[in-house]
């Protein structure tokens, strides 16, 4: 199994760029959700869901959207990029309400 | 969002024992985590705690939980220069695919 995995690793994008920042995991899993690490803190929650076909906004849902048509892919869309939204940008699954997260490698945005 | 506090850095002599603390403030925890990043890296799980637990040992890794005090410990023995990165406690009710919440992570300088 590969796990996890998110492309691309790094990017950098101009204000008011748009981009999606792909995830998928090959396990299986149910849940997928997206945080985003800021320099110094503790990771937060963008969105998540709870199946294909089914999302829900985290902590820090604006300037995001995302989509869930399949079971493996949960790719995450920024609009209209901002400085704010410079930050690493961290996929994770699980296979059930509770149970452990297995995170993706990372992928650090740049917004200039 | 519940908070969970650690202090941000910590350096210790390899062959050293460290210990990463880790405080949260929500009672109805059910998990505990324990996550690793290495530099430009995911996040690794290391290890869990099920919250009617006191202590879990994993090989070098020991956890320690006071339930009462809301205190969470990582310790590791023998460090070596490879366990340098930052390691993130993370808790969570297990009630909600949103419900888990990270500390702002720990970062242990290992020093031949």
């Known amino acids: 199994n590969a796990g996890v995995t998110q492309t691309p690793k790094f990017r950098i994008l101009k204000i008011g760029q748009s981009m999606t920042l792909q995830c998928a995991q090959d396990?299986?899993?149910?849940?997928m959700y997206w945080y985003r690490q800021d320099p110094g803190m503790g990771l937060k929650l963008i969105y998540y869901s709870v199946g294909a076909g089914i999302t829900d906004k985290g902590e820090v849902p604006n300037g995001y959207n995302v989509s869930r048509s399949t079971t493996e892919d949960f790719p995450l869309r920024l609009e209209l990029a901002a400085p704010s939204q410079t930050s690493v940008y961290f996929c994770?699954?699980?296979?059930?309400?509770?149970?452990?997260?297995?995170f993706g490698p990372g992928t650090r945005l740049t917004v200039l | 969002g519940e908070d969970v506090e650690q202090s941000l850095f910590l350096s210790v002599r390899e062959g050293d024992s460290s210990v990463i603390n880790c405080t949260y403030t929500d009672s109805s925890s059910t998990y505990l985590y324990w996550y690793k990043q290495e530099p430009g890296a995911g996040l690794q799980l290391l290890t869990y705690?099920?919250?009617?637990?006191d202590m879990k040992q994993d090989q070098r890794l020991t956890v320690l939980l006071n339930k009462k005090d809301k205190h969470l410990s990582l310790r590791i023995a023998d460090t070596q220069t490879g366990d340098s990165a930052i390691y993130f406690c993370a808790e969570s009710q297990g009630t909600g695919a949103n419900n888990l919440f990270f500390g702002t992570g720990t970062r242990l300088t290992v020093i031949p």
């Open positions: 396990m299986n899993h149910n849940y």
């Open positions: 994770a699954s699980s296979s059930g309400l509770g149970d452990t997260q297995y």
């Open positions: 705690i099920f919250s009617n637990m």
